[in-house]
Structure formats: C-alpha cells, structure tokens
C-alpha cells in the first residue's frame, strides 16, 4: 500500500524505523511492549497517511 500511496525511499526509511521503535520495546518490555512509543509510531503512521492519501481526491 505504501507504493500505491505514493510513498518514495524516505518515507519507508521512516516506516522501517517506526518499525524497529515497536520491535525494540517489546524486546525491552515482552508482550506489554512501550505504550509511549506505540502511541508516538501510531501518530506518525497517521500523519504519513494523511500525507499520503490513497484516494487524493475523496
């Protein structure tokens, strides 16, 4: 979905990030993971897809 959004290298650059942000704080915490960090990636996540609509003119 990423391509179809438009989303060039940098902005899966940020994605492999926040990825790794997530994968660290379950390995720092196990099943209960980092709630800040997961609260913070899915705010970027959600900045990116409003940058980045699917459907730009709906």
């Not at 994605?15 to 980092?34: F, H, M, P, Q, T």
């Amino acid at each position: 979905a990423g391509t179809t959004r438009g989303f060039g290298e940098d902005e899966f650059a940020i994605v492999g990030k926040l990825i790794a942000e997530v994968v660290d704080g379950l390995s720092r915490n196990g099943d209960e993971g980092d709630g800040q960090v997961e609260q913070r990636v899915r705010d970027r996540v959600a900045e990116l897809c409003d940058a980045f609509p699917i459907y730009p003119e709906l």
